[in-house]
């Protein structure tokens, strides 16, 4: 991977899940059953049904707000709330992240489809809180999820960011599609590397394929 391909890169872009903290954390496991519980209360349906709905939300609209607010027209924002209460003692302070990251040229900021607040508890729990000039969730793209390419624009535009001078790190290979098509440069950040026209780079380290950037 030549440093050469990113001497063009003026800002940074991170996902935040699976992304910023290794997927065998397994984070995400407490926010997927809070979601399942929040289907069965909202739609009142049993376990069974709301992991299906769940999963069907997920491969049609991006993510599982989505889906209930397209199909049953729900309130974001206390879904957001209840989902993202969980605990964040699996994670721990990555030093050698946070330098990496702290070491690269030009402006970091984080943008997922989780909320803002939820994602600053993240970042604090990794040791990289001040390192980023900016922390987009899915409320800040007018509750549209990745991978629409809409959200991606409208945090662009209110971030101001150029997409042709940029770099979108993510560990969900769908989520770069519209990155490369705005003209990002795209990384897939996972254990394994997924062939597709609209993925530049892959690395299962993070912090490592920083680290040869700077």
Request: hydrophobic content about 40%; cysteine-free; charged content about 25%.
């Amino acid at each position: 991977m030549p440093k050469e391909a990113f001497t063009h890169v003026e800002t940074w872009v991170f996902d935040l899940d699976n992304t910023l903290y290794p997927p065998e954390i397994r984070l995400f496991d407490q926010i997927e059953v809070r979601m399942t519980n929040w289907v069965q209360d909202a739609l009142s349906v049993d376990k069974h049904e709301a992991d299906r709905l769940r999963r069907h939300y997920w491969s049609t609209y991006g993510t599982t707000l989505a889906g209930l607010m397209r199909e049953h027209d729900i309130d974001p924002t206390p879904y957001l709330t209840d989902v993202h209460d969980i605990s964040f003692d699996a994670l721990k302070p990555d030093a050698r992240l946070a330098d990496a990251i702290g070491a690269l040229p030009g402006r970091r900021i984080v943008y997922t489809n989780g909320s803002a607040p939820y994602a600053e508890q993240v970042i604090d729990a990794r040791g990289l809180t001040g390192l980023f000039d900016a922390v987009y969730g899915v409320e800040h793209a007018e509750f549209r999820p990745k991978p629409e390419r809409a959200a991606f624009e409208k945090v662009i535009a209110r971030d101001g960011f150029h997409p042709a001078s940029a770099a979108m790190f993510e560990d969900e290979p769908r989520n770069l599609a519209a990155p490369h098509d705005l003209g990002m440069a795209t990384v897939h950040v996972a254990p394994e590397p997924v062939a597709a026209d609209h993925i530049h780079h892959h690395t299962p380290d993070l912090a490592a394929f920083l680290e040869r950037l700077v």
